[in-house]
């Protein structure tokens, strides 16, 4: 059968394949994103945190802890938000640029967002532009370019989202944007992924002092729920919950590898969140894992590819392991 176009669009999109496979396996088991299945323990919350609104001090101490973590010196390059995408939607109508350049093979929510925004989207490297927008660790490839690489593309303003960034902390250049010298320097960091709370809905841009409080403005005096703070705080203060994580996600990342090749995937590269895998018969395969209650990641514009999340419980892993073996 035909894959969904929702299924297509991103990945999560478990009602759209319920409802194609009405007969699959329950639960399924969703791989189709890049989020930890092995979420931070967020501690009991405070009544509060559910009855009150946020309190603006609340907030403002979670953007202190998040540049403390993003390792910027000026909290007020710091803002937090509902989750990075709400702050992708929001830029280019704050933003005055008309031609952003943006991969074509990336995250697909930047250009809709530029888009909508009547922004006209060219290559990264059209001289017409007047923005650039680059994701790196790339979604969904996990192509990543060094620090280097980055700032040779500020002669322009450049946005980064580092969503997946948290897994390979050295390539993140949040400490320098909006800083003197950078204040063309945009970048966007993501809480859910790593910290396997994308429900929470949190998300940081760090930018220039003028630009966060223009965007602070636009966002409204609570653009985070009072949970979603009580657990940025846990989580962001919690240094050795994110050293463990790290080396659990590169042992589980090798483990996928090893499961996929065994079944003549090829790697083509992700990151310890998600792994891109290529087979010649890869619609069979998805098709073949759907019916089996498993979700998985394909592309429209190169259907060999699939991408993998990780799974979690050893019954996951078994379970991806089984439905694997019918693929030979």
Not at 121 to 134: C, M, Q, S
Not at 150 to 156: E, N, Y
Not at 273 to 287: M, S, T, V
Request: charged residues 25%.
């Amino acid at each position: 059968m035909a894959t969904p176009a929702a299924i297509l669009g991103h990945g999560g999109r478990l009602g759209a394949a319920r409802s194609a496979w009405p007969d699959a396996p329950k639960p399924w088991l969703d791989l189709s994103t890049g989020i930890n299945p092995w979420p931070y323990p967020v501690p009991l919350l405070a009544p509060e945190a559910w009855s009150r609104l946020p309190d603006p001090e609340s907030l403002r101490r979670l953007e202190r802890v998040a540049a403390t973590a993003f390792g910027v010196e000026d909290p007020a390059r710091v803002v937090a938000a509902a989750g990075s995408e709400a702050l992708i939607r929001l830029l280019p109508r704050l933003l005055t640029a008309r031609c952003a350049a943006i991969p074509a093979r990336t995250y697909g929510g930047h250009a809709d967002a530029w888009r909508a925004a009547d922004a006209r989207i060219v290559d990264l490297n059209d001289p017409a532009a007047d923005l650039r927008v680059l994701v790196n660790p790339d979604n969904p490839t996990g192509r990543v370019l060094s620090t280097d690489q980055v700032l040779d593309l500020t002669d322009k303003p450049l946005l980064v989202d580092e969503a997946f960034v948290d897994v390979d902390p050295a390539r993140s250049v949040a400490a320098l944007a909006g800083a003197p010298g950078r204040q063309g320097l945009m970048v966007l960091r993501s809480f859910g992924k790593f910290h396997g709370l994308a429900g929470a809905r949190l998300g940081f841009l760090v930018a220039r002092p003028d630009l966060a409080t223009r965007v602070r403005r636009a966002l409204g005096d609570w653009p985070v729920s009072g949970p979603a703070i009580a657990a940025g705080l846990a989580a962001y203060a919690d240094t050795d919950w994110a050293v463990q994580t790290l080396l659990r996600l590169a042992d589980d990342a090798a483990r996928l590898d090893d499961l996929l090749r065994g079944v003549g995937f090829t790697i083509l590269g992700g990151t310890s969140l998600f792994r891109l895998a290529r087979a010649a018969d890869a619609p069979r395969r998805f098709e073949v894992l759907a019916r089996a209650g498993i979700l998985t990641r394909p592309f429209p514009w190169d259907e060999t590819l699939i991408r993998f999340g990780l799974p979690g419980p050893q019954a996951d892993w078994l379970r991806l392991a089984n439905a694997l073996e019918s693929l030979r």
